[in-house]
């Protein structure tokens, strides 16, 4: 790629009008606008801004698409990118400079960064090449989840130099509200420290469906916990109101999206229908109730479409959540009165091709319509931005035709510019090295995160007839598995063959099925909870030649009924590192996490059980709540 790098003063055009206000000229003319003005009221600054704005500036604000960073400066040129490479040039082929300058784009959804340096260099460049626009309207940029483990180029992008906490499941299971508000406290700190004002989480659906592949990200299957732990979440993030010091939160999935029909998930063509069998919809959007009342800048609606959906004796057209105007107007805005910015999940109009792979754009129910069908759809729904596209240009077209009024334009990006406006950006977008570098994986920011990981860890079953295996004694010889034998060095003899050890160590992830058909399936962990049989041969082996304590990465429920009967102790996680997790099983921390979904007992119980109710398997295996406190 080819990067451009601009100075980080010259663009700033820092001033002072006549009444002594310092200002900074974003329409470049000497004198201080009202949208300029940093002591106007925010609705002032934002209609005397809109009534300057073209149709085409207006209508660049409605889109939020994929930006690749560079390292000092903006990419304006991409070279042609490595098969084996996973980046934001996968998704994005259009330079920086057009996405600013030709479609007016001010919204962008960053994903890799490599250090706290190269972020900020890069962000104060796309900062100072914003203000060079025609009225200066600085960037927001945006990112999914970073402070834990899992990657997952559509959902999550762990980074280094930020502390590292639990996955949003591993928070659930510490059913610790307090906790959740400083996660997201420091998560906000570290973000703005290198740019980033607008978080496109959290994730709030409730995993009432057990093959659910998104559920690391959510709080659980308990919607009174899920609704307590967003609002801790967006008093953590966003403050009493939006501020300076912010960031926006994106709340999503509404209205709901843990109920998809058989598990499956809705990126893909088989996974988009939505079914109610339990007749439960409304318990799905109690935490969105409690975001709007906690004042979430952003909603998010889901991909799925409701398969026999019936609201107020209406049914619902089985069209996406973001074509669907009953759900985005009718319910959302009118019936529960939410007012924030709605922006659609990502590549509903145009879908994305890599080399070898396609993904189809995820356009349920419009499948065949062609892009500026599907644009004034979503637009007529009630949605104000346009997830993973940059195609203003049908916006203005649809205008300019008549078919969508510029009354309508202005509603959605006043929501957007008034966001902004309230994060303080038009008035001072830039970063200080020294700053981020001394907030971003600051000391404390780390330790409470790592306290979190031991914390979360959930012991699910631990030897039998009152004989506890956990915690562990010193001076054991340990075999291990899927553990740094490096870091188990610090805490026990490493044994190389099971028969030469005392004990076993096994961490494993839940099982899923392989699927290739499309791109991103592999990041997404979907089909089957019981281990393949290889995976269950293995296990078992290991627990018969040496008493094991297998720990199982549930970033969604795993079938562990012969697992149990077989290991001498179980524990699950939710994202804890080696060192984490072996300070617990040694004694030297305690494991307080409790299940926040329950494991069923086999796959027949989930097959027959309700996509929409929680709690809903027979006999599950370990109820929601389940887990054990060892005393170290």
């Not at 420290?193 to 308990?222: C, M």
């Not at 960031?247 to 229908?273: I, S, W």
Request: proline share 6%; with cysteine; glycine share 8%.
């Amino acid at each position: 790629m080819s990067v451009t790098s601009f100075p980080t003063t010259a663009a700033r055009s820092v001033r002072t009008a006549p009444d002594g206000t310092r200002f900074r000229d974003l329409d470049h003319d000497g004198i201080m606008a009202v949208y300029e003005n940093p002591t106007a009221r925010i609705d002032d600054r934002v209609d005397d801004l809109l009534s300057r704005m073209t149709l085409a500036e207006k209508a660049g604000q409605m889109f939020q698409s994929v930006i690749e960073s560079g390292r000092g400066g903006v990419v304006v040129e991409h070279d042609t990118p490595d098969d084996d490479v996973v980046g934001a040039e996968r998704y994005n082929k259009t330079a920086t400079s057009d996405l600013l300058g030709e479609k007016h784009m001010t919204h962008f959804n960053v994903l890799e960064l490599e250090s706290v340096e190269q972020a900020v260099a890069w962000s104060n460049a796309l900062q100072d090449a914003a203000s060079r626009t025609r009225l200066g309207i600085p960037v927001t940029l945006s990112t999914d989840p970073r402070h834990a483990f899992v990657r997952n180029v559509g959902a999550s992008l762990p980074s280094a130099f930020f502390s590292k906490w639990p996955e949003p499941l591993g928070l659930a299971a510490l059913r610790d509200v307090d906790t959740v508000r400083e996660f997201a406290d420091i998560a906000r700190a570290e973000y703005a420290s290198v740019g980033i004002r607008a978080a496109l989480h959290p994730t709030v659906d409730l995993t009432t469906e057990p093959r659910w592949a998104r559920q690391i990200h959510t709080f659980g299957e308990d919607a009174e916990l899920a609704s307590a732990y967003v609002r801790a979440y967006l008093d953590g993030f966003q403050g009493a109101e939006l501020g300076a010091t912010s960031v926006a939160c994106t709340t999503k999935h509404f209205p709901g999206g843990g109920l998809q029909k058989n598990g499956e998930d809705a990126h893909f063509p088989y996974g988009r229908e939505q079914v109610y069998p339990g007749d439960n919809f409304d318990y799905h959007l109690e935490p969105f109730r409690a975001a709007i009342a906690a004042g979430t800048a952003g909603i998010m609606p889901y991909y799925g479409l409701p398969e026999g959906l019936v609201l107020d004796g209406e049914p619902v057209e089985e069209v996406g959540f973001g074509f669907n105007k009953q759900i985005l107007t009718g319910l959302l805005r009118e019936k529960l009165g939410y007012d924030g910015v709605i922006c659609t999940d990502w590549a509903l109009v145009h879908g994305y091709t890599t080399p070898g792979r396609e993904l189809p754009p995820k356009a349920w129910g419009m499948e065949h319509a062609d892009a500026r069908t599907r644009v004034k759809k979503i637009l007529d729904a009630g949605a104000d931005q346009l997830g993973g596209e940059k195609c203003p240009e049908i916006v203005v077209d649809l205008v300019e035709s008549g078919e969508i009024t510029e009354q309508r334009i202005d509603e959605s990006v006043r929501r957007l510019l008034r966001v902004k406006f309230a994060l303080g950006l038009f008035d001072d977008p830039f970063l200080d090295l020294d700053h981020a570098r001394a907030v971003a994986g600051a000391a404390d920011a780390v330790a409470a995160g790592h306290a979190a990981q031991q914390r979360s860890i959930t012991v699910l079953a631990n030897g039998d007839a009152g004989r506890s295996v956990v915690p562990l004694a010193a001076g054991l010889r340990v075999y291990a598995e899927g553990v740094d034998p490096a870091i188990l060095a610090d805490f026990a003899e490493v044994a190389d063959d099971p028969r030469d050890a005392d004990i076993a160590i096994l961490r494993v992830k839940a099982p899923s099925e392989v699927r290739q058909t499309f791109y991103f399936e592999t990041f997404f962990h979907q089909g089957s909870l019981e281990f393949s049989p290889d995976e269950a041969a293995h296990i078992d082996a290991l627990c018969r030649a040496v008493p094991t304590v297998v720990d199982v990465f549930l970033d969604r429920p795993a079938i562990l009924t012969d697992v149990v009967a077989a290991a001498a102790a179980v524990t699950g996680s939710f994202g804890s590192g080696d060192r984490a997790y072996l300070e617990v099983l040694f004694g030297r921390a305690r494991a307080e996490g409790r299940l926040p979904f329950e494991l069923p007992s086999s796959m027949a119980a989930v097959e027959r059980s309700r996509e929409d109710v929680p709690f809903d398997t027979e006999a599950p295996l370990f109820p929601y709540g389940h887990g054990l406190t060892p005393q170290a």
